[in-house]
């Protein structure tokens, strides 16, 4: 028999069978559910891009959305994340700088996730297969069913949200009629986040960085006006967030991105940053002097212009702070080759005399060893790429 038509028979599989696979529930066991998806999985996979014969009919891609529905959108089970949360207020951030902020280093496992698992590698499959007519994904999947996705983004099981993660970037690619309001429904997302906590806001920065570069590399207009409305609304704000250490750099990498794509935007984030820096709490400022390094790589000299007076006054405290994490982050700004370097040599006449009381008579007698070592350092380089500002600065604070 040919080869061909051997590979065909194969993959079919009679409407008893669909309508089996389609009926699996949550109650049924593992191994019934391996067998019965792993025979829809070949039936999604087989045939070709141009092979049109093979197209999904409507009621096939009915069931299926109806078989993913039904397993997916549920009651989420009690997260052991959000005891890790919980601790991270009552003993604060420092606890997790310390140990590397290693958070989710004992994770919360849904017991579930192997049936899960099948249900997320069915919907990506059938979604992705080039014989899935896309008028069957705009027909079949609705705001209702995208607004149900972003909810388990709640879900306590990282390998979840990263499964949701894959399948929400997948529909944005193919769905463009609804990205404006998968848009709009994940902002708002971050809008309700601000003094909540979300398990999924790692996740959802990781699909919002996919889509202002994919945005961005198909009109090449740099960042559009709804993003940086959103980016003023939703994301800097985040930064006030009592959860923010845990999902701190997600965030820094989310904006490092905006401001990599339009350099001026710069200046907007630097300001919106210093409008929620830390008063009190010092060691939440460790995250904002991530965030800050990771928007001045990006930093043109004319921008920097508007900012730096405000922002070195607030580095200037960091450098004495008894938080030695937060004292350490701040001096090694100074020590960072590249752009940061090159904006502070072209604009240390104004930044030395900000930072000089606090790095050369607090930071040196700090507390810890390290810090005075690494303010010793820090000092010196600085004398030796200005040595007259450096001696007019030790006069006046004489």
């Known amino acids: 028999m040919d080869e061909n038509l051997k590979k065909r028979k194969r993959c079919i599989i009679n409407k008893r069978n669909i309508k089996s696979c389609c009926s699996v529930t949550v109650r049924e066991k593992i191994l019934l559910e391996k067998s019965n998806f792993e025979t829809l999985f070949t039936y999604v996979s087989c045939g070709g891009r141009n092979d049109h014969r093979l197209n999904f009919s409507k009621v096939f891609f009915r069931e299926s959305i109806h078989l993913v529905s039904s397993n997916l959108f549920r009651t989420l089970p009690y997260s052991s994340e959000t005891a890790n949360a919980a601790a991270a207020i009552q003993f604060g951030e420092s606890f997790y700088i310390k140990k590397n902020r290693n958070i989710n280093s004992i994770s919360f496992e849904d017991p579930g996730w192997p049936h899960l698992e099948l249900v997320y590698r069915f919907l990506l499959l059938l979604l992705q297969s080039p014989r899935t007519d896309p008028q069957l994904i705009i027909s079949f999947i609705q705001p209702?069913?995208?607004?149900?996705?972003?909810?388990?983004?709640q879900s306590g099981d990282a390998r979840e949200r990263d499964a949701l993660?894959?399948?929400l970037q997948v529909i944005y690619q193919k769905l463009h009629v609804h990205r404006r309001f998968i848009r709009k429904s994940v902002f708002n997302?971050?809008?309700c986040c601000v003094n909540e906590k979300h398990n999924g806001i790692p996740d959802?920065?990781?699909f919002l960085r996919s889509i202002v570069e994919e945005e961005e590399e198909e009109y090449d207009l740099g960042v559009q006006e709804e993003f940086k409305l959103?980016?003023?609304r939703g994301l800097i704000p985040l930064y006030k967030s009592k959860w923010l250490v845990l999902f701190s750099s997600h965030l820094n990498s989310c904006i490092e991105n905006f401001v990599e794509t339009d350099c001026k935007l710069a200046d907007t984030v630097i300001q919106g940053m210093l409008r929620h820096w830390p008063i009190t709490g010092s060691s939440r400022e460790y995250f904002f002097l991530e965030g800050v390094e990771k928007v001045l790589w990006e930093t043109k000299p004319d921008d920097f212009q508007h900012f730096v007076i405000p922002l070195f006054h607030r580095i200037a405290s960091c450098l004495s702070s008894p938080h030695y994490k937060v004292a350490e982050k701040g001096l090694s700004l100074f020590n960072i080759h590249g752009n940061i370097q090159y904006l502070?040599?072209?604009n240390l006449d104004v930044i030395l005399p900000i930072i000089f009381t606090d790095l050369e008579t607090k930071a040196r007698n700090h507390w810890r060893p390290e810090i005075q070592k690494l303010a010793?350092?820090?000092g010196n380089s600085l004398l030796i790429i200005d040595t007259e500002l450096f001696e007019v600065c030790w006069m006046h604070l004489k």
């Open 204 to 206: 959802l920065l990781i």
């Open 144 to 153: 209702s069913f995208i607004l149900k996705l972003l909810n388990l983004f």
């Open 376 to 378: 010793h350092d820090v």
């Open 189 to 191: 997302v971050f809008y």
């Open 230 to 232: 959103f980016l003023v």
């Open 165 to 167: 993660v894959s399948v």
């Open 344 to 346: 502070v040599k072209q």
